[in-house]
Every structure is written in C-alpha cells, then in structure tokens.
C-alpha cells in the first residue's frame, strides 16, 4: 500500500503535500477577505437601496451570471491550457476589482450600477478561476488524496467564513465598507505568492485536451451519459438554486425579522455558520470514499435545519441552528465535489468542474433574485423555507436513487 493510501483516512492528510501546504495557507487568507467582501457588499447595497431585497439578490445574481452562461468554456480552457497561469490572471484580476471598489467607496463615488459593474467583472473571472482551481486538486496532491483535500478546502472556505465576518465588522464600525473591501485585495497576494512557491516537480502530470472542436460538446455529452455524474449535478442545480441564498436571506433576517441593524449582528450568524461548516469539512475529510447515501443524509439534515432557522423566534436559536446549517450544507457541496471529481476521467475533469460551478454558483442568478422577490413580497423566513424544501427533496430523492442503483464512488480513471 502506497504512503498515499495510508494517509486517505486522515483528517489532514493533503496537508503533507508542500505545494497543497502552501495553497492552503494562502487560501485561508485569501478567502477571509473574500468573506469580509461578501459581507460589506451586501451591507452596502442594503445602504444604497435602503433595504431593497430585490436589488440585493439582483447584485449577487450578476456576480454569477457569467458563470451560468459561460462557465463550460472556463472548463474547456482548464482542461486545455496550464492551470497554474490561469489562476495567476484571476486571481490578479479579482484582487484589482476589489481595490477599485474599495478606493471608490473611500472618494464617495460608489454607485449601484458601479457595484454592478464589478460584479459582473468578478463573475467573469471565477468563470475561469473555478474549474482550473478545483481541476488543479489533483496535480497537487494526486489521485489518492483527492477527496481529503476536496474536504479541506471546504474547511478553508468556511474558516473564511468564520474569521472574514468577524474582522469585516471590526472594519465596518472603524473604517466603514471601504476598508473590508481594501483588505481584500491585499489578501489576494497569498494565493499569487503560494503559487510562485510551488514546486513543478512535485506536481502531478495531468493529460491535457488539444485544442480543437466540439470539445465543450463532447464535455456535456460525458457528463450527461455518466449516471452518477448526471444525478449529483442535477441535485447541486436544485440546492444551488433555492437553498444556497444566505447572502441574500441572512442580512434581510437581521434587519427585517430580529430588527437589528448592526452589521455585528450579521457578523454573528454567519460567523455561526462557519463554525459549523467547518466542523462538516473536517468530518467529510475523515472519510476517503464518499457515497450517494452520505449525499442524500446531508440533503435532508440540510433541509430539516434550515426549517429550523427560518421558524427561528430569535438570534440566538438561529445561530444555533445555522451551526448545523452549515455543517450539513458544506458536508454536501465538499461530497458533490469530491464525487465527481473521482468519477471523471482526468482529461474531463475541467469540463466536469464547470458543469459543478455552473450548478452550484451559476444559478445563482436564478435563485437569489427569485428568493429576493420572494422575500421582497412576504418576509425572510419564507425565503428561507423556500430553500429548505428543496434541500429536503433533494435528499429524499437520493434516498430513492441509492437505494435503486446502490451507487458507489468507483476508483476507475
């Protein structure tokens, strides 16, 4: 048994790999001010549009248009071209628009068509940065690994989501908006720095497509002719699409439903929710093989919690609440990820991710606005329920699906 193997069923396996080491640090960072964006973006359109729902999700819905629209060419390029170069460009350029931001905040000539404009420009570089970061996994850190460092980088994503709440609010009562999304920019130095220091040779040799045509067809073809590919991509579109909306159903939660406008309060659930988010990542890395019937459990714990947020009577019941939303929903996604990364072919993989992206965070541009008009006419807590059904439907229809074909993550390439 290879050294590799032993380790699957570590909690922190990956991190032995140097190069995923660094990639981890630099994305811990990274991320963190990503989170501290994403919460003074919505606090500031709330201030821009005093409280319009609608226009909040619109905003997050720009964010992820180009993703729905274009995101299987940003698999095409991953799968064709080196992916480290790629995200040296997305990386930059998402920092650049976040220090424009920022600087307009601070001159007092920021506008919501401006907030739109960026929004639209960051959605267009995750459109490339999502599927080479995600098909980058494995020249990292192999195929062996694959699943665990899918987990922890959940749990990377989720510690933003825990320290970048926290400061963002720290910087919001001391400097206002401006300097989280200040911040931010400089936090994308991390990752650019952690991918100079990798070391090639420690890389993975992945096979590459040749350009030519008909590839992005020939993507769609393989991951719809796949069985299990097929179904976790039609249930991450479900989820993506109602449940996974609390940029939009949260801030509105705080301030219209527990009448509190402190940006701390906000801080506070979020911060909740990325406790327990991470605690889900590191107990789905625990597991090397993940399997249809752990999907369809953390589907329905999913739904069944955020039914509990959104009866919530008060902060504190929410919060707690949201520990276990964000534990099960994370466990999810990281699961999702790692299923269909085992299951696809290498010279796929890039094309298989953006599918993955497109499900999880292009439709976002149906969903938020759809939520946010939702919320706009009755309250947050419909919102929120919204979702929680379709969570709910989606774990069920797991349920059925295991039980019919008894499916499990093949270790085929």
Request: net charge positive; proline share 3%.
């Amino acid at each position: 048994m290879s050294a590799a193997s032993r380790l699957a069923g570590q909690t922190f396996a990956a991190l032995v790999v140097r190069n995923f080491r660094l990639y981890f640090i630099g994305q811990i960072i990274s991320v963190s001010g990503t989170w501290m964006q994403s919460v003074a973006q919505g606090w500031l359109i709330l201030q821009i549009t005093h409280h319009n729902a609608f226009l909040l999700g619109v905003s997050i819905a720009l964010q992820y248009l180009p993703m729905l629209l274009f995101g299987s060419y940003g698999g095409v390029l991953a799968d064709r071209y080196n992916k480290r170069i790629i995200l040296y460009f997305t990386q930059g350029s998402s920092g650049i628009l976040a220090l424009l931001l920022g600087i307009c905040v601070l001159l007092h000539a920021v506008s919501l068509p401006l907030v739109f404009v960026i929004a639209v420009l960051n959605g267009i570089s995750n459109l490339f940065d999502v599927p080479a970061r995600q098909a980058f996994v494995q020249e990292m850190v192999g195929r062996n690994l694959i699943a665990n460092a899918v987990s922890l980088n959940s749990v990377i994503m989720n510690a933003g989501r825990l320290i970048g709440p926290a400061i963002a609010t720290l910087f919001i009562a001391l400097t206002g908006t401006a300097g989280c999304f200040i911040a931010n920019s400089v936090s994308y130095l991390a990752v650019i720095t952690a991918l100079v220091a990798m070391r090639d040779s420690e890389l993975t040799p992945i096979r590459r497509e040749r350009p030519g045509k008909g590839q992005l067809r020939s993507g769609l073809r393989y991951a719809w002719g796949t069985p299990l590919i097929r179904t976790v991509l039609l249930s991450v579109v479900m989820v993506g699409t109602f449940a996974f909306n609390f940029t939009t159903t949260l801030p509105l939660l705080v301030q219209v439903t527990f009448h509190d406008e402190h940006a701390s309060a906000y801080g506070y659930l979020l911060g909740a929710m990325g406790l327990g988010a991470v605690i889900g990542g590191l107990y789905v890395a625990r597991r090397s093989r993940p399997t249809v019937k752990l999907l369809a459990g953390l589907g329905l714990t999913f739904g069944i919690s955020m039914t509990v947020v959104a009866l919530a009577p008060n902060m504190t019941v929410a919060a707690l609440a949201l520990v276990v939303t964000g534990g099960s929903s994370i466990a999810f996604v990281s699961t999702c990820n790692a299923t269909l990364q085992l299951n696809s072919r290498e010279e796929y993989r890039g094309r298989v991710m953006s599918l993955h992206g497109i499900a999880f965070l292009g439709t976002t541009p149906i969903g938020a606005p759809i939520v946010g008009a939702i919320v706009a006419a009755t309250n947050p807590r419909v919102g929120l329920l919204v979702g929680s059904i379709s969570s709910l439907v989606v774990g069920a229809f797991l349920v059925v699906w295991s039980r019919s074909t008894a499916p499990r993550v093949s270790t085929s390439n």
